[in-house]
């Protein structure tokens, strides 16, 4: 079974501050880990992901998150927030091959203030 | 932009009623997977279509249906609406060939039962 704990339902940052978003994880098969972001009144945006290999990994708009096997997190950080980074921030997990359900955290609001 | 669209954007349906959601796919993508987001919360596993077959289902009862068609469009449809019914549906295509693939999530349809 795999479950994604997401630590903090809000959390706010003054603009140009870190912003650091925590996820826990729990996979009995090696997980494969993303973060998506939702601005209102949209859908899902991949922001990154973690398959295999390298375990910082680099998404978009300077968003990045390392794997940390014996922690089983997954937390996602930028080093300076800008407004447009206001939005609901969701961790998720699946196992590999091709059923791959994605199994998501209960999301994490980040406000940014000037 | 991930080239998934749905339709309708909103809708408001009564109790008992009949509901089909649409979902159109980015070209080649031979899986689609429907998610229930409930407010506040993130979204949960409904089903996956894998080459017009179901090929998982969450906790979802039967009165929860879906199709796939060849066109790379899909349908969600859900019967005896309850008020719990209440959501954003999102749909999510990717192209399964091997191992993990990356989900791209249309911008949903919001249901409202009443």
């Known amino acids: 079974a795999q479950s994604v704990t997401q630590l903090g339902s809000h959390v706010s940052v003054s603009e140009g501050a870190l912003v650091l978003l925590r996820c826990n994880y729990s996979?009995?098969?090696?997980?494969?880990l993303f973060w998506y972001v939702q601005y209102p009144n949209q859908g899902l945006q991949l922001l990154l992901k973690?398959?295999?290999?390298?375990?910082l990994v680099k998404g978009i708009n300077g968003f990045e998150a390392e794997f940390k096997k014996s922690e089983t997190s997954f937390h996602l950080t930028k080093p300076s927030a800008h407004m447009s980074d206001a939005a609901e921030y969701f961790c998720?997990?699946?196992?590999?091959?091709?059923?791959?359900?994605?199994?998501f955290g209960a999301g994490t609001r980040l406000a940014v203030h000037p | 932009e991930t080239g998934v669209t749905q339709s309708p954007t909103h809708l408001i349906k009564t109790r008992g009623q009949q509901v089909t959601l649409r979902c159109s796919s980015q070209s080649g993508h031979n899986t689609v997977s429907w998610y229930q987001q409930a407010l506040g919360q993130g979204p949960q596993f409904i089903f996956q279509y894998y080459r017009e077959e179901e090929n998982g289902r969450g906790n979802f009862p039967p009165r929860f249906s879906g199709l796939q068609f060849p066109n790379y469009s899909s349908e969600l449809n859900v019967n005896a609406l309850e008020l719990d019914d209440s959501a954003l549906y999102l749909c999510?295509?990717?192209?399964?060939?091997?191992?993990?693939?990356?989900?791209?999530f249309g911008p949903g349809t919001r249901l409202l039962v009443l």
């Open positions: 996979s009995s098969v090696p997980p494969y």
């Open positions: 998720a997990v699946s196992g590999s091959g091709g059923y791959n359900k994605l199994i």
């Open positions: 999510a295509s990717s192209l399964v060939s091997s191992g993990q693939e990356t989900q791209y």
């Open positions: 973690y398959t295999t290999g390298a375990t």
